[in-house]
Every structure is written in C-alpha cells, then in structure tokens.
C-alpha cells in the first residue's frame, strides 16, 4: 500500500450517527493531519497529532495515533450533513515541510 | 479568519502556452506551498519556498514549473509550456512555520489545458 491509504473508501451513515475513518501509512513519521474537502473545494485542515502523541480532541472530532500500527483513526461524533465530504489524511515527515496525502474517504451523511 | 486566496478559480490556456497562478497567502506565514491533484486521484505536492528560495520540490516540479514571490504578498506558480497532461487543480497552502505545522489551503485554481 502507498503512503497514506484511508478505508473505507467511502462511507454512507444515518445523520447523527458517528463516522470512523481509518488511515495507514507506510514510513516513519513527524506528525499526521487530517483535512477536510468539500466538493470542488480547497482542503480545510481539521486537526494535526504529533508523532509521540496519541489521542487528540477537538470539538466533535477524535484523533487516534498508533505509530507502532503505523495507522489513524478519526472519529467524528453525533455526525450532521453539514459534514458530507471527502476526509484525507496526509502526513508530515522528519526533515522537510511537505505533506504526504492519501487517497480519502467519501463520507455521506444521510438526512 | 485570515485565508489564502486564490486567483483565478478557473484557467483555460491551450496546450503549449505558459500560465501562471496566483496566490495570497496568510499575511504572517513563512512557508508556501503548491500541490496538485488530478481529478480523482490524490493530492500531490510540487514545491515549497522559504526566505525567497524553493526549499523541497517533487519530481513532478521540473524544469517548465517556477515559483516566485515577486511582492510582499503574492506566490505564483508558472507553468511555461503547458501539456494536457498538466490539467488538474493546483492548490496554494501556507503554514506559520515549516514541518509540524498545519497548512492553511485556498479554494484552488482550475487549469484545463486544451
């Protein structure tokens, strides 16, 4: 698998319900973000967690890190259809500024 | 909240002419970026630039992309002889620093190259 793959590919759940996306990825890594696209939309960044961190909050959205798995999760919680949109993990590694991203997660909220 | 624009949105250039982007990025940010991605497939990243020099660039960056800052605000990207292959949306980022830091993405230009 290539750096930075998320699963599913995509995913369609009942509005209030919560999303859990996945992301692997393949080196070792600085930190690893996680960014939001709405369609034909630029990347809005969602949250970073540092590479000796484990579990970062921010509002409705969990961050997990398991660097020894080499894997992400995020969770978003008590979902709304506002947050229809494709989810891309991408990481950042030792040594330069650019960020790796994966392939995304199409996420579909349901009314 | 303080954003990177993006100018134009959409770009229609025939194949063999040169194009450049524009981009604003966050007033105090130090670090500029570029990347790609062709419809359907994943973001790519080009180049980044610091203290007026490219600091990484891919292999896709090569000899017909440039970078410059030519002012006090704007990045640009040219592309000087454009190939179909070139068509894709081409996002501007900045970041306050440069590696553990979050980068701040514009809306993107659209280039289509006939």
């Known amino acids: 698998s290539q750096q930075g793959e998320e699963d599913p590919q995509a995913l369609s759940i009942q509005e209030g319900e919560n999303a859990t996306m996945n992301c692997s990825y393949k080196?070792?890594?600085?930190?690893l973000q996680w960014y939001r696209q709405n369609s034909g939309r630029g990347l809005v960044h969602l949250i970073l967690?540092?590479?000796?961190?484990r579990e970062k909050h921010s509002g409705r959205l969990r961050v997990t890190l398991d660097t020894s798995k080499k894997s992400s999760s995020l969770l978003i919680t008590a979902s709304r259809a506002a947050d229809t949109a494709s989810y891309f993990c991408?990481?950042?590694?030792?040594?330069?500024?650019?960020?790796?991203f994966g392939t995304g997660t199409r996420l579909t909220i349901i009314p | 909240e303080p954003e990177v624009t993006q100018t134009p949105s959409h770009q229609v250039t025939q194949m063999g002419q040169e194009v450049i982007l524009r981009c604003v990025p966050i007033?105090?940010?130090?670090?500029f970026y570029w990347y790609r991605q062709i419809l359907g497939q994943k973001v790519e990243f080009l180049v980044s630039?610091?203290?007026?020099?490219?600091?990484?660039k891919s292999e896709i960056f090569d000899d017909q992309f440039s970078v410059e800052r030519p002012d006090g605000s704007n990045f640009t990207l040219k592309i000087r002889s454009t190939k179909l292959e070139d068509s894709a949306m081409y996002f501007c980022a900045s970041s306050e620093w440069g590696s553990n830091q979050p980068q701040h993405f514009g809306d993107g230009t659209r280039l289509s190259i006939l």
């Open positions: 630039f610091y203290n007026n020099e490219i600091s990484e």
């Open positions: 967690i540092r590479s000796n961190e």
């Open positions: 080196t070792s890594i600085n930190n």
């Open positions: 991408a990481t950042g590694n030792f040594g330069n500024e650019k960020l790796t």
């Open positions: 007033s105090n940010h130090l670090y």
